[in-house]
């Protein structure tokens, strides 16, 4: 399956952003799919997860109350509704798409920047 991530940017504290992952290739409702990020010289972290018709999620303890990870199947397409974002927030956001909630995760898209300014 290839991914596409997108949705990105430069924002305030405070504000929102919405990022999009479209899938193509295999079915997408045979996969979990997941966010990641990676902050400059760290390793990659799950933020976010959702099982592959919606019922389950799991979220990162720092963006617990944040976020909401969600699916659109017939879009093929996941989200991340990140709201209040913080500086720590800052870092490259990855989706990826595989079979258990909390990985490992099979296949990758490209990266996104987030950046939040204080």
């Known amino acids: 399956v290839q991914l596409q991530a997108s949705g990105g940017g430069l924002v305030q504290a405070g504000a929102s952003l919405r990022l999009s992952c479209r899938a193509s290739?295999?079915?997408?409702?045979?996969?979990?799919m997941a966010w990641y990020r990676q902050i400059l010289g760290k390793e990659r972290d799950l933020v976010a997860a959702?099982?592959?018709?919606?019922?389950?999620?799991y979220y990162g303890d720092s963006v617990k109350g944040r976020f909401t990870i969600s699916r659109d199947n017939a879009e093929n397409t996941a989200y991340l509704q990140m709201n209040r974002l913080e500086p720590e927030d800052t870092a490259v956001y990855y989706c990826?798409?595989?079979?258990?909630?909390?990985?490992?995760?099979?296949?990758w898209g490209q990266g996104t920047q987030v950046t939040v300014s204080s």
């Open positions: 290739g295999r079915p997408f409702r045979d996969h979990t």
């Open positions: 990826a798409a595989g079979r258990w909630l909390k990985g490992p995760y099979d296949y």
């Open positions: 959702i099982s592959r018709i919606g019922v389950s999620t």
